[in-house]
């Protein structure tokens, strides 16, 4: 589409997302291993967007409070899309492109959330809020399952150290490692959660269950300082479920 609005930032603006979140188009290097063009593009661009669209002397300029307005809601365009290229939560790591394009987006959240931007930019409730976003982070990691290659490990560590930025509730991630039932959202995608025609234990069957307790190991083993972190950094979200779990035990391994 056209450029957003904003004034005459609204060309700069636009160029910065793009960069951001598609570095490609700005004739990137996706081809590399290590991407590193891709990465410090984003970074740059991330860094050069937060004083654009942070809170401050904005709102009292009003050509500036133009440009702050017209960077946010470009962001949040493009994040709250939902389309394949720019939904990190769609991304799939179990092909090769899917693996490439969920590096190639990675970088561009990463880069939003070491500004401090991420957070900012997504709505608290509705279908694009950074929480049911961090859900669907977690999910498409563990995807990935036993057997994830070093390719994998690393792009699905970027979504999970994304996902535990953006606030994923406790119990879910402990849902996911301990294999048991994934709470419902309508966001999520259902392939944790199989329609197998087998003995049922609960809300799904015995073969589903089986393939939980084992996703949720291999999660543990792909990104176990990742999930030791975010019970540390969050011991008291994390210490009752556990206890509750120790306590009362229930499904999952």
């Not at 860094?47 to 904005?58: F, K, T, Y």
Request: aromatic share 4%; hydrophobic share 40%.
């Amino acid at each position: 589409g056209g450029a957003p609005p904003g004034g005459g930032g609204g060309g700069l603006t636009r160029l910065l997302c793009l960069a951001t979140l598609a570095p490609e188009t700005l004739g990137a290097d996706v081809t590399g291993g290590r991407l590193d063009d891709v990465n410090q593009l984003a970074g740059a661009a991330a860094r050069m967007l937060q004083p654009m669209v942070a809170e401050g002397i904005a709102r009292t300029i009003p050509r500036v409070a133009a440009t702050r307005r017209g960077a946010r809601e470009s962001l949040w365009r493009l994040l709250s899309s939902r389309s394949d290229r720019f939904d990190l939560g769609s991304a799939d790591l179990r092909t090769a492109r899917g693996l490439t394009a969920a590096r190639q987006l990675s970088a561009g959240y990463r880069a939003l959330a070491n500004v401090n931007l991420l957070r900012q930019l997504l709505p608290t409730e509705g279908p694009v809020s950074r929480g049911r976003l961090a859900r669907r982070l977690l999910l498409a990691a563990a995807e990935i399952g036993p057997g994830a290659t070093p390719g994998q490990r690393v792009s699905g560590k970027v979504l999970v150290t994304v996902g535990v930025h953006l606030g994923v509730p406790a119990d879910f991630l402990i849902a996911i490692v301990l294999g048991d039932e994934i709470p419902d959202d309508d966001t999520s995608r259902d392939s944790l959660e199989g329609s197998h025609a087998t003995s049922r234990v609960g809300g799904r069957s015995a073969k589903d269950a089986e393939e939980a307790a084992a996703r949720g190991e291999a999660f543990l083993q792909n990104f176990p300082k990742d999930v030791a972190g975010a019970c540390r950094w969050n011991f008291g979200k994390y210490a009752k479920p556990l206890v509750d779990r120790v306590v009362n035990g229930g499904p999952g391994r």
